[in-house]
Nanobody, 125 residues
Framework: QVQLVESGGGLVQDGGSLRLSCAASGRTFRSNAMAWFRQAPGKDRDFVAGISWRSSTYYADSVKDRFTISRDNAVNTVSLQMNSLKPEDTAVYYC???????????????????WGQGTQVTVSS
């Protein structure tokens, strides 16, 4: 059974930092793109950052230069370092894995095959 488990969410002040982690189990994703999405109440699930199987990175314009995605294939994890957080970053953050190998990370959430349960990030002003 494949599982993605996120951790590291919480409450932080405007300008603060958080680091999210996603641990995968049940199969290896070393050949697959991974990504982080977020969803605020009443809004769509939006692409935040993605990383290809060979660690090329992709970011939404709203988080570029503030967030950094990385992966450690040895322990089947992907992380998201979030700096200079803003109140508009408040959302539930989801880790996702793309099912096909050797593709860049799609930006549409509908294309992902595996999802974590989500972790809440709240940035207070």
């Amino acid at each position: 059974q494949v599982q993605l488990v996120e951790s590291g969410g919480g409450l932080v002040q405007d300008g603060g930092s958080l680091r999210l982690s996603c641990a995968a189990s049940g199969r290896t994703f070393r050949s697959n793109a991974m990504a982080w999405f977020r969803q605020a109440p009443g809004k769509d699930r939006d692409f935040v950052a993605g990383i290809s199987w060979r660690s090329s990175t992709y970011y939404a314009d709203s988080v570029k230069d503030r967030f950094t995605i990385s992966r450690d294939n040895a322990v089947n994890t992907v992380s998201l370092q979030m700096n200079s957080l803003k109140p508009e970053d408040t959302a539930v953050y989801y880790c996702a894995a793309y099912g096909s190998s050797y593709y860049p990370p799609p930006k549409r959430w509908e294309e992902y095959d595996y999802w974590g349960q989500g972790t809440q990030v709240t940035v207070s002003s």
